[in-house]
């Protein structure tokens, strides 16, 4: 019982110290976050939890993504990935990398395993569906931006995703 009170303490730990970590990020300390990241994949590890393990992760990839550490930024999601297989975050944000290293296959194929995983995740199915424009899939993009547009019509891509369909219709 010990070992399992230990365990439930140390997630949340790595909870409280990844949301610390987010904080920092959105103060702009990236160097902060980076360090309460670094402390929350401890505590992750020590707590066995892989699904916080995985967003402590993702979260540490997303900011040495916007580092421009793109190979970093990979092996992060990656990893995050090997510890929790169905996390849509980790996923999305691995595609979009790739999409940016021109890798827009590989992007394709991991924006289709989310929105097969997670049908509400709205900007999966917009930037599924603009990188299979890009590579001449118009009748599956429409689909996924049409699909888009069902799920977050009001929001503020989706005057471009009107754009691109309509320039499908003409």
């Not at 992060?76 to 510890?83: C, F, P, Q, S, V």
Request: glycine share 6%; proline share 2%.
């Amino acid at each position: 019982l010990r070992e399992a009170d230990a365990r439930n303490a140390e997630a949340s730990r790595a909870f409280c110290l990844n949301s610390l970590g987010l904080v920092a990020e959105a103060q702009n300390q990236s160097d902060l976050a980076a360090q309460r990241y670094a402390e929350a994949l401890t505590a992750a590890k020590e707590s066995g939890d892989l699904i916080i393990h995985g967003q402590v992760l993702t979260n540490l990839g997303n900011l040495v993504y916007r580092q421009g550490e793109l190979e970093e930024a990979r092996k992060l999601y990656e990893r995050a990935l090997e510890h929790d297989p169905n996390q849509p975050e980790a996923r999305y944000n691995l595609a979009n990398l790739l999409d940016d290293l021109g890798e827009t296959e590989l992007a394709i194929a991991e924006l289709r395993k989310v929105c097969a995983a997670a049908p509400e995740f709205a900007d999966a199915h917009y930037n599924l569906g603009l990188m299979l424009a890009q590579v001449g899939g118009t009748s599956q993009a429409k689909q996924y931006l049409e699909r888009y547009l069902e799920l977050d019509g009001a929001s503020e891509w989706a005057s471009h995703a009107r754009t691109f369909l309509d320039s499908f219709a003409a």
